[in-house]
C-alpha cells in the first residue's frame, strides 16, 4: 500500500544525501522498518545518485559568453520587430475574421477548448473518486478524538462532529477540526485535506468517518493531533 506520511517522504531525500540530524535519521529509520513503499523510494533515489556520481563531467570548450552579450544587444531590435509583427499580424487576423469561413473555424476551435477543459475537471474527479473507493479499509484502525493520542496506528478512520471548517494559514490547505461532543470543543483532532486528492469538507454540525494518516503537529501554537493528509470522508448523519 502506498505510504501517505507526507512528511516522512518529504525527508528521504536528505536522509539519502546525509543531511538529516542523527535524531531525525533514527526516527526515518524506525519508519522504514515497516514500510515498503518508503524503502524502494529510498533504494530508487540512492541508484539514481550513484549514477549521476559516475557520470563524468564535461566542461565547455567553447567561452559562450560572446554569444550571450551579442544576444544580449540585440534584444531591443528583436523585441520592436516583434511588435511590428504582431501589430501586422493582429491586422491581417481581424480582416481573416470577416470572413464565414474563418469565422466558423474559431468558434469552433473555442468548443473545443471548452470540452476539453470540462473533460479534464471531470478526469481530476474521477481519479480522486477512484482513489477513495480504492482504499482498503481494513488497514484503517477506529479511533475516537479521545483516543487518538493513544494510538500507535499510521492508518486511521476517526469517527465525530464537524465543530469548524477553515483554510490553513501557512500553506492554504483546507482543514476541519473534530470533536467528540459539539459542546465540548476542548479536545479535537485537526484534519487536513491537501493536494492532490481534491475532498470537499464536510459541513459543520454533521458526523463523520475520516480516513487518514495520524499524525500529532508540534509546531509552535499547535500541539496537536492530526488525520494528514486525509484519503477518504464519509458522513454518517448531518
Not at 544525501?17 to 524506525?30: C, F, I, N, Q, V
Not at 468517518?209 to 488525520?227: A, F, K, L, M, P
Request: net charge positive; charged share 30%.
Amino acid at each position: 500500500m502506498r505510504c501517505w506520511r507526507v512528511l516522512i517522504r518529504r525527508s528521504i531525500t536528505a536522509y539519502v544525501h546525509k543531511e538529516l540530524s542523527a535524531d531525525k535519521a533514527r526516527r526515518l529509520e524506525g519508519h522504514l522498518l515497516d514500510c515498503a513503499d518508503c524503502r524502494s523510494l529510498v533504494s530508487r533515489l540512492r541508484t539514481g545518485h550513484k549514477i549521476a556520481s559516475q557520470t563524468p563531467r564535461l566542461l565547455a570548450t567553447v567561452d559562450p559568453w560572446p554569444a550571450i552579450e551579442a544576444a544580449l544587444d540585440r534584444e531591443p531590435q528583436l523585441r520592436q520587430s516583434g511588435r511590428r509583427w504582431r501589430g501586422d499580424a493582429f491586422a491581417r487576423w481581424s480582416r481573416q475574421l470577416r470572413r464565414p469561413a474563418t469565422a466558423i473555424f474559431a468558434i469552433a476551435v473555442i468548443g473545443i477548448v471548452l470540452v476539453a477543459v470540462i473533460l479534464i475537471g471531470r478526469r481530476s474527479h474521477d481519479r480522486d473518486s477512484f482513489l477513495a473507493a480504492s482504499l482498503d479499509l481494513s488497514e484503517f484502525r477506529a479511533v475516537s478524538v479521545r483516543e487518538m493520542e493513544r494510538t500507535t496506528s499510521p492508518h486511521v478512520v476517526a469517527e465525530g462532529y464537524v465543530s469548524e471548517v477553515g483554510l490553513n494559514d501557512e500553506d492554504g490547505d483546507l482543514s476541519f477540526k473534530l470533536v467528540d461532543d459539539l459542546r465540548q470543543r476542548d479536545q479535537f483532532i485537526v484534519c487536513e485535506i491537501i493536494d492532490p486528492i481534491k475532498l470537499a469538507a464536510p459541513p459543520v454540525g454533521s458526523r463523520v468517518r475520516v480516513y487518514g494518516v495520524s499524525r500529532y503537529d508540534r509546531q509552535e501554537n499547535h500541539n496537536w493531533y492530526e488525520v494528514h493528509p486525509v484519503l477518504n470522508i464519509e458522513v454518517v448523519h448531518r
